[in-house]
C-alpha cells in the first residue's frame, strides 16, 4: 500500500484547506484511513480517522467542528477539510493507513502504512 499527501500551503488564520490522501497498491484489506500532525520537536498528533467499512469518524478534540475527514471511492482517497484554522494548526500533516492481515482463528495482524507528509502552514 501507498499513501501520497497533497493539499497542504500556506493560509491565513481563519482561511480553510482540504488535504488529499491518495492510497494504491492492494487495499482491500485497509480497516480505517487516519490524518496525523507533527511539529518540530513534538511526538505526532493524532487528528482525525475514518472506519472504512461503516463510515464512522472521530477526531481529537481540538479539531472537532472545523475539521472533517471524508473519502471518495475511485479512486481510494480520503480527505481532510479544514475550516477555520488556526495558527496551531501548523505542522506537517501525515495520512496513516492500518491493513488488517486475518489468518484463521488466530484474528489478524495490523501493519501501518505512512504517506510522506504535507506542510500545513497558518499564518496569524
Known amino acids: 500500500v501507498q499513501l501520497v499527501e497533497s493539499g497542504g500551503g500556506l493560509v491565513q488564520a481563519g482561511g480553510s484547506l482540504k488535504l488529499s490522501c491518495a492510497a494504491s497498491g492492494n487495499t482491500a484489506n485497509i480497516n480505517n484511513i487516519n490524518w496525523f500532525r507533527q511539529t518540530p520537536g513534538k511526538e505526532r498528533q493524532f487528528v482525525a480517522q475514518?472506519?472504512?467499512?461503516?463510515?464512522?469518524?472521530k477526531y481529537h478534540y481540538s479539531v472537532k467542528g472545523r475539521f472533517t475527514i471524508s473519502r471518495a471511492d475511485a479512486p481510494d482517497t480520503v480527505y481532510l477539510q479544514m475550516n477555520r484554522l488556526k495558527p496551531e494548526d501548523t505542522a506537517v500533516y501525515y495520512c496513516n493507513a492500518e491493513e488488517r492481515r486475518y489468518s484463521g482463528v488466530t484474528g489478524y495482524t495490523p501493519v501501518y502504512y505512512w504517506g510522506q507528509g504535507t506542510q500545513v502552514t497558518v499564518s496569524s
Open positions: 475514518m472506519i472504512i467499512d461503516s463510515g464512522f469518524t
